[in-house]
């Protein structure tokens, strides 16, 4: 029987303690053996719950009992969370976590701890839920060179942006729905700004390249800017506006970002709405290969955990989990070098040149006669930004 500890008895927290009760048969065949929880750290108490009988609110009873072997954290942050995983490898103690702060911040870090420790530090749920991304790249698309991950890894900004495309309503009104609905948080500022799926990308980005890419230096945009107007004109070019979280490696070089987009229809992420996340992923050899799932909630997050509790089980004592990434650095290449075409809602007054941008196409909605939109040709963001400033601007997108 292995027995594992679980840090944090959230949402995730208890969802994976669901999923190893409810799934216990077929997980013990994949495992080979049966997993039981022995601990459940958490500063709170449970008294309505089963689980009460298990829980405990001092780590060290759990890191100083050699028959628990892995641990869960899913506490969230990176402090005590960094600490207490750290002190886990350390001891000697697989650690699977859905923690993607912890992972973007401390990733390499621990990673190597691990590798030190001869014991697995796994993260599948870090990134996109229930999406088996990371395993896909690390195991199943080991014949590639992976040069390109596109994905939407936030549902919460997805959502927003479906119902404001749907349902016709404000940001600040789908905002809200989101919120109701549980899939927004009462301060939104990671989802909106951009920061969550940046995190997401610098994992994925440090995966494919084996090196530590800091979402620090990854150019973020969120989508609090985005209004209805802005729809309305994506709508009338048959295209889409997506958060998309994009990086791209090629001969030890790395371009990364995270920014709305405005997407067309055959863009493999155009069909992508709700709270649903996707990854592309462009390999030289398999060419387009596309992920799509629950990108956050419960039971698919929890689901991810447990596949790592699994994969943890089952190969300890081998040597064949690889070190995802070194803690050298990789730093992205600077963004206002990236080659885009953009669209520009343009003021239409006495102000603006008009040879400002080479439009490759124009339009224009009946409801907002004081301003047209155009596509550009393709150009640095550098030279799209000394550009702009011949022209009113009111607002803008990169498109793909």
Same mark, same amino acid.
């Given at each position: 029987?292995?027995?594992?500890?679980?840090m944090g008895?959230?949402?995730?927290?208890?969802g994976?303690?669901?999923?190893?009760e409810?799934?216990?048969?077929?997980?013990?065949?994949?495992?080979?053996e049966?997993?039981n929880?022995?601990?459940?750290?958490?500063?709170?108490?449970?008294p309505d719950?089963?689980?009460?009988?298990?829980?405990?609110h001092?780590?060290?009873?759990?890191?100083?009992?050699?028959?628990v072997?892995?641990v869960?954290?899913?506490?969230?942050?990176?402090?005590p969370?960094?600490?207490?995983?750290?002190?886990a490898?350390?001891?000697?103690?697989?650690?699977?976590t859905?923690n993607?702060?912890?992972?973007?911040?401390?990733?390499?870090?621990?990673?190597?701890?691990?590798?030190?420790?001869?014991?697995?530090?796994l993260?599948?749920a870090?990134v996109?839920?229930?999406? #088996?991304?990371?395993?896909?790249?690390?195991?199943?698309?080991?014949?590639?060179r992976?040069?390109?991950?596109?994905? $939407?890894?936030n549902?919460?900004?997805n959502?927003?942006?479906?119902?404001?495309?749907?349902?016709?309503?404000?940001f600040?009104?789908?905002?809200?729905k989101?919120?109701?609905?549980?899939?927004?948080?009462?301060? #939104?500022?990671?989802?909106?700004?951009?920061?969550d799926?940046c995190?997401?990308?610098?994992?994925?980005a440090? $995966?494919?390249?084996?090196?530590?890419?800091?979402?620090?230096k990854?150019?973020?945009?969120g989508?609090?800017?985005?209004?209805?107007?802005?729809?309305?004109?994506?709508?009338?070019?048959?295209?889409?506006?997506?958060?998309?979280?994009?990086c791209?490696?090629?001969?030890g070089?790395?371009?990364a970002?995270?920014a709305?987009f405005?997407?067309?229809?055959?863009h #493999?992420?155009?069909?992508i709405d709700?709270?649903?996340n996707?990854?592309?992923?462009?390999?030289?050899?398999?060419e387009?290969?596309?992920?799509?799932g629950?990108?956050a909630g419960?039971?698919?997050?929890?689901s991810?955990?447990?596949?790592?509790?699994v994969?943890?089980i089952?190969?300890?004592?081998?040597?064949e989990?690889?070190?995802?990434?070194?803690?050298?650095?990789?730093? #992205?290449?600077d963004?206002?070098?990236?080659?885009?075409?953009?669209?520009?809602?343009?003021?239409?007054n006495e102000?603006?040149?008009?040879?400002?941008?080479?439009?490759v196409?124009t339009?224009?909605?009946?409801?907002?006669?004081?301003e047209?939109?155009?596509?550009?040709?393709?150009?640095?963001h550098?030279e799209?930004?000394e550009r702009?400033?011949?022209?009113?601007?009111?607002?803008?997108y990169r498109v $793909?």
């Amino acid at each position: 029987m292995a027995e594992i500890a679980v840090m944090g008895y959230g949402i995730v927290g208890a969802g994976v303690v669901g999923v190893l009760e409810k799934n216990s048969d077929i997980i013990k065949k994949n495992a080979g053996e049966e997993v039981n929880v022995k601990y459940v750290l958490d500063l709170r108490d449970f008294p309505d719950d089963p689980i009460q009988e298990k829980v405990i609110h001092d780590v060290e009873i759990l890191l100083a009992d050699k028959d628990v072997e892995l641990v869960v954290e899913t506490m969230g942050g990176v402090e005590p969370a960094f600490t207490f995983v750290k002190r886990a490898l350390e001891s000697g103690k697989h650690v699977c976590t859905s923690n993607k702060n912890l992972v973007a911040a401390k990733g390499a870090e621990l990673l190597k701890i691990a590798k030190e420790k001869g014991v697995y530090f796994l993260f599948e749920a870090a990134v996109g839920g229930g999406i #088996p991304i990371i395993r896909s790249i690390n195991n199943a698309l080991t014949a590639d060179r992976i040069e390109s991950v596109t994905g $939407i890894l936030n549902g919460t900004c997805n959502y927003i942006i479906s119902k404001m495309e749907r349902d016709g309503e404000s940001f600040e009104a789908a905002l809200k729905k989101a919120q109701d609905n549980g899939f927004a948080e009462r301060d #939104p500022e990671n989802d909106i700004k951009g920061y969550d799926s940046c995190r997401k990308i610098a994992i994925l980005a440090s $995966i494919i390249s084996g090196k530590a890419v800091s979402y620090e230096k990854i150019l973020t945009e969120g989508i609090d800017g985005v209004c209805a107007e802005d729809i309305a004109y994506a709508k009338s070019l048959g295209m889409k506006i997506k958060l998309l979280a994009k990086c791209a490696y090629e001969d030890g070089k790395l371009s990364a970002i995270t920014a709305p987009f405005l997407i067309g229809s055959k863009h #493999p992420l155009f069909g992508i709405d709700g709270v649903i996340n996707a990854v592309s992923v462009h390999g030289n050899a398999v060419e387009d290969v596309a992920f799509t799932g629950a990108g956050a909630g419960r039971y698919p997050t929890a689901s991810a955990v447990v596949s790592d509790i699994v994969d943890a089980i089952k190969h300890k004592g081998k040597d064949e989990y690889p070190v995802l990434w070194s803690e050298d650095e990789l730093v #992205p290449e600077d963004a206002g070098d990236n080659m885009y075409q953009y669209f520009v809602r343009i003021r239409e007054n006495e102000k603006n040149d008009d040879s400002a941008f080479e439009a490759v196409r124009t339009v224009s909605l009946d409801e907002l006669e004081d301003e047209y939109g155009i596509i550009t040709d393709e150009m640095t963001h550098k030279e799209f930004e000394e550009r702009s400033q011949k022209v009113e601007m009111i607002s803008y997108y990169r498109v $793909i």
